[in-house]
């Protein structure tokens, strides 16, 4: 059976080539898709796969029944872009000034297709039923996963599987790892109001800068000096504005930044220590304060079991060279939300070009993905969804 699934897979290569070039040609940002989620769901239609479009969104969810009663499993990839400008100099460059798949979810969305196209051809030899959940707007929170969930895509479904083309690591590898692997990713703001004056007459003032420069400094202390060594935990400052002529004390400054975090207690943790440090570094300085906190995807929590499982399933893909354990990585996804569900794992697939002088990380300008990745991906996914029925 696996046998036939890889070699239905290869002889499609070329065609998922195609589909992941076009849709890199074409990206949609976040919540505005329409036109991927149009080309998966007419994919799937000229195939005579059933298809749901609409789901949560602009979610995309298909099936294929086979033949002999069984599990329900599920495969997801997501199909959403980046508001980045695509700097690469090849054939499928975006044509879309300002936007591009920065993150290979156009590999996700090519290798899914494919494999769903590869065991619809299968189907009067499979056993159970498979979920393909084409997923919008990863990127940016709230997410697709939420509101496809509440419109159903889980429904009846026993084990989930989803992947990450990973471009930092080499094509050929399979990383794992049971319980925490991605964090949960959460964007705080802080604007602080203090008495702008004149640059010449600071005693007068209540310096805006000033009380967020020692603001940055007292919330690097969170990590340092509060959070057991033993978690892990990032406080980071990713924005600081207070625009001013050159001879003006600030009467306002924001900062904007982000928490990540694998555990639940060390979340709540530090967002109190926040609210508390703030409170006491503007009360120091007789500013006042504006705290938001918005909490973005939980931590990617993999199951134990599934996640054992997996790893065997890699291991009889022929393109597959090695499989480790990956320590967690601070990156954030709403696969998470799957999981709180389903059993199921999430793992990344090694997929750095060949051949470039330098490898780009995620969400860069110049980001790449190898392509044959891609197979190793739906092959990958495509045992784990055939020998769940045994499992």
């Given at each position: 059976?696996?046998n036939?699934?890889f070699?239905?897979?290869?002889n499609?290569?070329?065609?998922?080539?195609?589909?992941?070039?076009?849709?890199?040609?074409h990206?949609?940002?976040?919540?505005?898709e329409?036109k991927?989620?149009q080309?998966?769901?007419?994919?799937?239609?000229?195939l005579g796969?059933?298809?749901?479009?609409?789901?949560?969104g602009n979610g995309?969810?298909a099936?294929?029944?086979?033949?002999?009663?069984g599990k329900?499993?599920a495969?997801?990839?997501?199909?959403d872009?980046?508001p980045?400008?695509?700097?690469?100099?090849?054939?499928?460059?975006?044509?879309?000034?300002?936007i591009m798949?920065?993150?290979?979810?156009?590999?996700?969305t090519?290798s899914l297709?494919?494999l769903?196209?590869?065991?619809?051809?299968?189907k009067?030899?499979?056993?159970?039923?498979?979920?393909f959940?084409h997923?919008?707007?990863?990127?940016?929170?709230p997410?697709?996963?939420?509101?496809?969930i509440?419109?159903?895509?889980?429904?009846?479904?026993?084990?989930?599987?989803?992947?990450h083309?990973w471009?930092?690591?080499?094509?050929?590898?399979i990383?794992?790892?049971t319980g925490?692997?991605m964090?949960?990713?959460?964007?705080f703001?802080v604007?602080?109001?203090?008495q702008?004056?004149?640059?010449?007459?600071p005693?007068?003032t209540k310096?805006?800068?000033?009380?967020?420069?020692q603001?940055?400094?007292?919330l690097?202390?969170?990590v340092?000096?509060?959070?057991?060594?033993?978690?892990s935990?990032?406080?980071?400052?990713?924005?600081?504005?207070?625009?001013?002529?050159?001879?003006?004390?600030a009467?306002?400054?924001?900062?904007?930044?982000?928490?990540?975090?694998?555990?639940?207690?060390?979340?709540?943790?530090i967002?109190?220590?926040?609210?508390?440090?703030?409170?006491?570094?503007?009360?120091?300085?007789?500013?006042?304060?504006?705290?938001?906190?918005?909490?973005?995807?939980?931590?990617?929590v993999?199951h134990?079991?599934?996640?054992?499982?997996?790893?065997?399933?890699?291991?009889?893909?022929?393109?597959?060279?090695?499989?480790?354990?990956?320590?967690?990585?601070?990156?954030g996804?709403?696969?998470?939300?799957?999981l709180?569900?389903v059993?199921?794992?999430?793992?990344?697939?090694?997929?750095?070009?060949?051949g470039?002088?330098?490898?780009?990380?995620?969400?860069?300008p110049k980001?790449?993905?190898?392509?044959?990745?891609?197979?190793i991906?739906?092959?990958?996914l495509?045992?784990?969804?055939?020998?769940s029925?045994?499992n």
């Amino acid at each position: 059976m696996l046998n036939n699934l890889f070699s239905r897979i290869e002889n499609y290569y070329e065609e998922m080539i195609s589909i992941r070039r076009y849709l890199h040609q074409h990206p949609e940002l976040s919540f505005k898709e329409y036109k991927t989620a149009q080309f998966i769901q007419s994919f799937y239609e000229k195939l005579g796969i059933e298809v749901r479009g609409n789901v949560g969104g602009n979610g995309v969810v298909a099936k294929v029944y086979g033949k002999k009663p069984g599990k329900t499993i599920a495969l997801r990839a997501d199909f959403d872009a980046l508001p980045i400008q695509d700097e690469k100099e090849v054939a499928y460059k975006s044509l879309v000034p300002g936007i591009m798949h920065a993150c290979g979810h156009d590999g996700h969305t090519a290798s899914l297709l494919i494999l769903a196209k590869a065991l619809h051809e299968l189907k009067d030899e499979l056993a159970g039923i498979y979920v393909f959940i084409h997923q919008h707007a990863e990127e940016y929170a709230p997410g697709g996963a939420v509101s496809m969930i509440e419109d159903g895509c889980l429904d009846h479904v026993d084990v989930i599987f989803g992947t990450h083309l990973w471009a930092g690591e080499s094509t050929g590898k399979i990383q794992y790892r049971t319980g925490p692997i991605m964090a949960a990713a959460d964007r705080f703001e802080v604007e602080i109001q203090g008495q702008g004056g004149h640059g010449a007459q600071p005693h007068k003032t209540k310096d805006a800068i000033v009380t967020a420069s020692q603001l940055v400094l007292n919330l690097q202390q969170i990590v340092s000096r509060r959070v057991n060594p033993i978690d892990s935990a990032v406080v980071t400052i990713g924005s600081f504005t207070a625009e001013n002529a050159f001879n003006v004390i600030a009467d306002k400054a924001k900062l904007i930044g982000t928490v990540r975090t694998f555990d639940e207690g060390v979340r709540q943790f530090i967002e109190e220590e926040m609210e508390r440090i703030i409170h006491g570094t503007c009360y120091a300085t007789g500013s006042t304060y504006h705290f938001l906190y918005e909490k973005g995807y939980p931590a990617v929590v993999n199951h134990a079991k599934e996640t054992e499982f997996l790893q065997k399933c890699a291991a009889v893909v022929p393109e597959v060279k090695s499989i480790e354990e990956t320590e967690p990585q601070m990156g954030g996804e709403d696969f998470a939300y799957y999981l709180q569900k389903v059993p199921g794992t999430f793992f990344f697939t090694g997929a750095m070009p060949e051949g470039l002088e330098k490898t780009y990380p995620h969400h860069h300008p110049k980001f790449d993905i190898d392509e044959k990745a891609m197979l190793i991906a739906a092959k990958t996914l495509g045992t784990a969804a055939i020998n769940s029925q045994e499992n």
